[in-house]
């Protein structure tokens, strides 16, 4: 099954639902929409051509490590010279090094494009670019020099080497230690698991960003540094010169996204140590840490959102090829493509509709970091700043879970063709699967999201976005298009469920935190199901406001369509997850030895 | 990680929760709890000790095909001739063949242990036992004595040969073909793929169950009939002769299952034909295949329930373990397991009351069954027959699911460990996915529900287990104990839900059956959040009234806060689906063109 970048569909949505319109307008931009169409169909047509075809084989052959050096599966190193040859590595980085600073929602569509083809491929440049922005915050300027040029380019590669075996989720556990040096360079050692790309033959070097402790750093995370670990130093004159003491010695056997590499890494296991820079202070790495962690976990939400988009193809395609039974209306005698059968299509709707609010969250959230970095009035850049930070839990964690869902439901559309392998759909829920646990997992997300976020500033920045939803609901209403169904009202209910529950984890942020955690997962979930149903209506009355002014694509009504099905369908799961916020009684009164 | 076959909570079932102790009552089983007890113990630790180490080589290794033959993966011979010697492959069977005849809710929590253990090892015997009773019900005398005692001692098994590559869902459309023979026997020919167990090496033979279209015979599926076809002929004296024309031709690779070796057949590929007999009569071969299939679909949902308590299991024992960041109450500077966690709580919580909801349902249809087979009073024996009909696509199609979902969050609860292959919880989501697809995908249960079983009688089977769920609730509302939280409000609202979708379902299955089609994979949820949360109120409720007569087991308690947990948390649904089961519109209304 070929992919196809949803180029149009996501066309639409910038120029209906984001500030790039008012960017451009206000000459904050110097793109224009033909510009970015042609970036969008380049790249979609770059990630169809060049890195779809090669997703199998990853999964297939996957990695070799031997004596410390890993081989990618057949392919790959051509693939990625040809991608960073043509300049796809830099779009977000920023002009001095040699980046193109394209805004968020744009390097979102692309990032969202390469995963499509293949995550695990894409994978890597997505920590290359959080490295990028790691560095380009908080490194010093001799570092920046040094090594941004090299990521830019996509010539060298980024890692992020957090976790330990005693160290997942709590990273204050976290014991790699580091000595300070005569020469104010440090020396590095400890062990670190689960390190994506840690070790590939992809590109000349690796930066390998590292979490470690100085000798009399405090306990916890306040005594946290962050490192740039280089795997080959650099010689006087700027070239690659003597190997670093950093070690590949162990790859992962995962469920899926077999293409990447997942290498344990040993630093200083020769005993001096390995030459590590500090970014940013001493002590202060988990805050530079977290500039290079939020933006992956958008990314990560995109992961998502892109695996989803591509088990859809994929069943669809499907959908319309297999025959089996006959669907009312049918001639006798014949048998129907099984997208004629409605339980099919509702399977195939949830796809499209899970998938398109997933996309139109995170691409929310990337509007959002760029007003927080471009928007001209400083206010409304502070406000744009706490409403990415409010909206990127949500936007992980529920284009990830939705990534899943939407991988599994395209097996079950599949029926047993979905089981063998060699169909593909599998792999789709293989590779999602670890989405909904990396850069914090979906569950840390809901406790940042109820104990940080939804508090920010009072709890406005919440009622902001969903006064947002609210107004979307009303539109909708007044509008009174019959096209519509019950969307006002199914999203009017929604909207009202999120507004009660958000008062009540505003109250127990407060004062009954243990009831705020009991009931994140489902407070996230039902903040997901009326933002993304809000998203889902914006789109929806931009085509039928095209349409009524007589544009006669159909893919608008297609859209009105959508966010119908997913008013009627998915939000009004909002209900039972508000009932689910409020029901932590059992989770937390019960006796662990006596209820698990 | 251990399994421990859940014996005193099945117990615990039996005794409340079934007809058994009325049945032992009166005198229609010569059985004793006592024995009961100690036949599930006993299995219990034969599952723990002898399945459950092999079920990791079966993944890992697989299966190997040559020259027709297929070897199974090591240790898997000696286990399996271990188990038939045990005498449990007979379990279920009549006595006139060497069966013992247990009661179905028996030797359903059996179904389990095997499965929990290893289900790619207790796949096969499934089959053997639905070959069994495809035999015992339709088969001639000469064709029962011929193969049913090896059938039954476990020295041969069964296979279902359904499928072809454009016959999935849709059997009107298979295509292998028989011939009559003068000497009353058939001549098979033709291809049949996704045969579980259709070669191996555990058993001397192997008698397939092949549906097959006679020369003369209708269209569709009145023009089917079904033959058994044993793998080596029968000598004249009864002994293994002559080998039939009956191959495998080749083995899939499969996202799980690894274990069960899932193959190609041919039919009479040499030329002659493979040679067959009738079972049952001509052309009545999918009334015969019914038969086999209805216990079949009990049996895979009951491989759902005992994946999912396999995958609790392991992440309770997880959770117990690993220690990460410090939970309310803890001492300062020390790390709490993450059970006490509360939102890993809500995950092992939902793990565990789905998986005894799933449990619930299939034990009530398995009690179904053995009223419908054993009750002293024909009407009573009849309105049973149409309550197992009603119950199993529920049973079938919920428990699979449950099994995904359960598995899928016993991987989120270990966290990155989780996406590692070593750690075993990944080969449970491989491993239950296909449950929810094979023996009828659970959209057609859904399609079979609405259409079928919920307007059997005019709905009053429906209407009957709907009350039954009523009276549940307000036994829980009556008592008014505070240990129930809001347990019997959220499933009184469950309930009434769940009547009101009926009443729609009755009308549009008479009159709309598009809108009823477009419904069915909610409502049929919808049914099981009523009908699951009653189950587990009636358990606790019984739990509840020996804790009030002086019982002091710990695990009673238990059982009330899981009950609570799942009306408060997973019930709560009810309101969305029911919406969901309205929410047709876009389904049945989108151009396929414009929205998919």
């Not at 540094?225 to 795997?231: D, E, H, T, W, Y």
């Not at 996309?359 to 959230?365: I, M, S, V, Y």
């Not at 119908?564 to 369908?569: H, I, L, P, T």
Request: with cysteine; hydrophobic share 50%; proline share 4%.
């Amino acid at each position: 099954m070929s992919y196809r970048a949803p180029v149009e569909e996501i066309g639409f949505f910038l120029r209906h639902c984001t500030s790039l319109p008012q960017a451009m307008a206000e000459g904050r931009s110097d793109l224009s929409f033909d510009l970015v169409d042609s970036i969008l169909e380049e790249a979609g047509r770059f990630a169809a051509e060049r890195i779809a075809p090669l997703d199998r084989v990853g999964d297939t052959v996957g990695n070799r490590l031997a004596e410390g050096a890993v081989t990618t599966a057949p392919g790959w190193r051509a693939a990625y010279a040809a991608w960073t040859g043509a300049g796809w590595n830099g779009v977000a980085a920023g002009e001095a090094f040699g980046g193109q600073a394209l805004p968020c929602v744009v390097t979102s569509a692309l990032t969202e494009f390469w995963n499509a083809a293949s995550p695990a491929f894409a994978l890597g440049p997505v920590l290359t670019m959080g490295a990028i922005e790691a560095l380009t915050r908080h490194g010093a300027p001799p570092l920046q020099e040094a090594f941004l040029p090299h990521l830019v380019s996509g010539r060298w590669t980024g890692t992020m080497n957090l976790t330990e075996p005693q160290a997942g989720s709590d990273l204050a556990a976290l014991r790699t230690r580091a000595e300070r040096q005569a020469d104010g360079s440090y020396r590095i050692f400890g062990t670190k698991i689960f390190i994506s790309y840690g070790e590939h033959d992809l590109a000349e070097n690796i930066v390998h960003l590292v979490l470690a402790r100085l000798p009399d750093a405090p306990a916890g995370t306040r005594g946290i540094s962050l490192f740039a670990v280089p795997k080959i130093l650099l010689a006087g004159d700027g070239t690659l010169g003597a190997r670093n003491d950093v070690k590949a010695i162990g790859l992962e056997h995962k469920l899926g996204l077999h293409g990447s590499p997942t290498c344990t890494m040993t630093f200083g296991e020769a005993g001096e140590g390995a030459v590590g820079y500090l970014v940013g202070e001493e002590n202060r790495g988990l805050a530079c840490m977290f500039t290079m962690m939020n933006n992956a976990r958008l990314a990560v939400g995109i992961q998502g959102v892109a695996v989803a988009e591509r088990a859809t193809q994929r069943a669809l395609a499907f959908a319309r090829e297999r025959r089996q039974g006959r669907a009312a209306g049918a001639a006798p005698g014949e048998m129907s493509p099984i997208i004629a059968h409605p339980d099919v299509r509702r399977m195939l709707l949830t796809m499209r509709a899970e998938t398109a609010a997933a996309r139109a969250l995170c691409l929310r959230t990337a509007d959002a970091l760029d007003r927080a970095e471009r928007h001209a009035d400083p206010i409304l850049r502070a406000a744009a700043h706490a409403e990415a930070s409010l909206l990127t839990p949500i936007a992980k964690a529920f284009a990830t879970d939705a990534g899943i869902k939407v991988a599994s439901l395209g097996i079950q559309v599949h029926g047993g063709m979905g089981y063998i392998e060699e169909t593909g759909a599998a792999q789709h829920l293989r590779d999602a699967r670890i989405f909904a646990i990396y850069e914090g997992t979906n569950g840390i997300q809901a406790i940042d999201l109820v104990l940080r976020k939804v508090p920010l500033a009072g709890g406005t920045v919440a009622e902001g976005l969903i006064a947002d939803c609210r107004a979307a609901a009303a539109d909708v209403l007044a509008l009174n298009a019959v096209e519509f169904g019950q969307t006002g009202a199914r999203l009017s209910e929604a909207v009202d469920a999120l507004g009660r529950a958000t008062r009540a984890m505003l109250d127990w942020a407060a004062e009954a935190p243990e009831k705020a955690l009991a009931g994140a997962t489902p407070y996230l979930a039902l903040f997901a199901r009326a933002a993304g149903g809000a998203a889902l209506v914006r789109t929806a009355l931009a085509a039928h406001g095209a349409l009524n002014a007589g544009a006669d694509d159909p893919r608008l009504m297609g859209r009105v369509t959508l966010a119908r099905f997913f008013a009627e369908n998915l939000a009004v799961e909002a209900a039972g997850l508000e009932a689910a916020v409020h029901g932590g009684g059992a989770v937390l009164e019960a006796d662990p030895a006596l209820a698990l």
